[in-house]
Structures are given as C-alpha cells and as structure tokens.
C-alpha cells in the first residue's frame, strides 16, 4: 500500500493516456474472496477496455494508492473496516482527463449474516448441507471450506472440488448445480467437524455464511427382545427383556403410538435394558424404540412367538404326561384283568380234579380200585359206574313186578 500523498490537480493532467471521451468510469466492488478477516471489507477498482491509464484511490482529496494499468486484468485493491468514515473515490486517469467513482462503504461493505447449525448422523451414512437457495444465479459464488480450505466450489454454475490435508473426502463429495448444496456420502467418525458455507454475489452486493458442526456417531443398532431374563423379575404372565448396546439416545417400550415406559441409555457401563409383562393373550402391538437426536431403530414384539408359543409348550408337555398316565393306567388294567382271568381258570381246574374224588369216597371205592396206574378200567372188573347203575336197575325191575 503507497503512503498517502497529497494529489495535486496538474499531476493528473500529466498523466498520459486516453482522451476524457474514451476513459470510462471505473467500477467499484467488493472482493469476497480476499476477505480474510471478518472485520474488515476488501475493495477493488478496475476500468474494463483500458490499457493505458493509471489508477487511483483517493481519501478526499489525498492520494491513497494507485497502480498504472497494463493489462485488461489490473486491479487495485483497498481494505477498510466496516465503521470506516473517510470518503474513498476510485479515479481512472489518462492523458490529463479522469473519470471517478465514488465508495458508499455502508452499502457495499455490510457484513455476511451468519448462521450456525448442528447437523447430527451416523457413519455409513450421508449428509446434506443445505444453502436454503432456490437457484444458484450465475454471479453467485458458492464456496464449502472445511479445515481452513476449500473443498468444494461452484462458479458460474461449474463444480469444482477440492480435497484437503487430512480431510478424508475425495470421491465423497456431491454438489448440486441447481441449488448449491453440499452433500457428503459414506461418512466416518474422521469427517466429525466444522463445514462454512459462503455465498457472494458481486454485482448485487451480497453475503451470506453459514457453519454447519457435523457429528458422527457410531451407527445405531436394532435394539434385542429376549423373555425369561434372569434380569427381570417373575410373575406368572410373560416377562421380556428389550436391550440395546449403545452410547446415547433412550430405550422405550410402545404399546402401540404410547409411550409405556423408557430409560436413558448414556452410559455402556449401565445395563441398558428394560422388562416388559404381557398376556399370552395380548393383542395389543408392542415395538421397543431406541432413539437419538437424529434417528431411531425399532423391534417388534411377537407376542405370538415369545408368549403363546411358550404356553402351548407347557401345554403339550401336560397333555404328554396325561397321556402317559393314562396308558399306564390301561396297562395296568389289563395285566390286573389277565391275572384274574389265569387265577380262575386256575380254580376250575382244580374242581375239575377234585370231583372224582369225592365221588369215590361217597361209594366206599378208591378210583385206583378199578383202574390201572393208567387211569384205564381192568379187564374184566366193572367200572364204578357199571356198579353203581346194576343196583339201580334191579331195584326198578323189582317194584315193577310188585
């Protein structure tokens, strides 16, 4: 920056150059890519179709700066804080003849309004950092800088990305041509930190930054039902158990849209589960949610398949031991009924062998009398029978001739 010097009238008169009619005026904008600090406006000066002519800042009547022009891309530039009161002009002189422009510091240098926001994701998943643009204009300047560096930059509707030191994003990043937005695929804990968003429209004198902190987190899991845990307490109905192993975020049991019950899950080294009691009848839909600020994971509970199925167990092995109760039973009858059965035939054959016995005692012969060892009649001996019958007849015949 030249020291500032008193401009005397002849000297721009000396300058050489072109004729008054063939100077333009110069044009005064805001350079929003030099800005460095956020305190302070960068302004430049240029004259478009010039070649030969010098350029100059004034503080009122006091040379600030000025550069001789030399090729269509010369530019000068001038840095002032936003409270800044001096009366800046812009003069492009040649030949003795000059034209001005005049700075209004308090319209052109207004500070970019600032948004800051959180955005919070899992790994594995993407992002989009909006601009809340509609459609990018084609003066309008969109940067991404993360880590004090651009990553990702949208001139004139082109994209153009850029991958920084220890950023981890090349191939990860997807800008939209329409709308500016930034999007970020297949994160990882690496990529946790602060994106800014600028958006600058030279011509129309505008700014706009955003901070964007993104959080990754570890991926959210399906949080487990599990029944008859040793954790829960017992009762007669059916007792499950909903766990999950994470850092963050609250475990609930829902009986349909209402909350039933939920703790907090933000500490691992807490036992992060909680019981629920139903009916094996229950028809009611009970889901176990875990959730954070961002997500959520849900599991049904199959009441069908944790509770009934449990009963209808119980219910087979009953109905296995009455069975077997019973056959047993039968069992048992039917070997009490064929030793019944066997202890009376038993019987019958025992009076069976007695009868010839005491008929032989009642006619005063021993059956071994008349038969041989064999149980067969001896020749020529009369059977007990044949004794007895001969009486008989002759009794008859004899009150017959009476």
Request: glycine share 4%.
């Amino acid at each position: 920056m030249i020291r500032s010097v008193i401009v005397l009238p002849w000297l721009l008169r000396l300058l050489p150059g072109m004729s008054s009619e063939e100077i333009p005026s110069p044009e005064v904008t805001r350079d929003y890519q030099s800005s460095t600090d956020p305190k302070q406006c960068v302004i430049l000066c240029l004259v478009p179709i010039v070649t030969q002519a010098n350029l100059l800042w004034i503080n009122g009547s006091v040379l600030y700066s000025s550069l001789m022009i030399t090729d269509l891309n010369t530019k000068l530039y001038l840095v002032v804080d936003y409270q800044d009161k001096n009366n800046y002009s812009c003069v492009v002189s040649s030949s003795g003849f000059n034209q001005t422009a005049h700075l209004n510091i308090s319209r052109i240098c207004q500070p970019c309004r600032d948004e800051n926001l959180t955005v919070s994701t899992s790994e594995g998943d993407s992002v989009t950092l909006p601009t809340n643009l509609t459609q990018v204009l084609f003066y309008d300047h969109i940067e991404w800088i993360h880590k004090n560096a651009c990553i990702a930059e949208l001139c004139e509707s082109l994209p153009i990305y850029r991958d920084c030191d220890n950023c981890g994003l090349n191939n990860r990043l997807q800008l939209d041509n329409k709308t500016g937005s930034l999007t970020i695929t297949n994160l990882s804990k690496i990529h946790s930190g602060l994106y800014k968003l600028k958006i600058t429209n030279a011509p129309l004198n505008k700014c706009l930054t955003k901070s964007y902190f993104v959080n990754v987190y570890d991926p959210l899991p399906k949080p487990v039902i599990t029944k008859n845990s040793t954790r829960c307490s017992s009762s007669s109905k059916c007792v499950v158990m909903c766990s999950v192993n994470v850092t963050g975020g609250t475990l609930s049991w829902y009986n349909g849209s209402r909350l039933n019950s939920s703790i907090s899950v933000s500490d691992l080294k807490r036992s992060n589960f909680l019981c629920l009691e139903v009916e094996d009848q229950d028809t009611n839909t009970y889901s176990c949610v875990v959730n954070n600020s961002f997500t959520n994971k849900t599991t049904l509970l199959h009441i069908n398949v944790l509770c009934k199925d449990n009963s209808q167990k119980i219910t087979n092995i009953v109905i296995g031991v009455l069975v077997s109760v019973l056959a047993a039973s039968i069992i048992a009858f039917l070997i009490w009924r064929s030793r019944r059965s066997q202890e009376g035939a038993s019987g019958s054959q025992a009076q069976a062998n007695a009868a010839p016995a005491q008929i032989a005692g009642a006619s005063g012969h021993h059956p071994s009398d008349n038969t041989s060892n064999s149980g067969v009649p001896l020749i020529g001996q009369p059977s007990s029978s044949q004794s007895q019958e001969t009486p008989l007849i002759q009794t008859a015949a004899n009150n017959i001739e009476q």
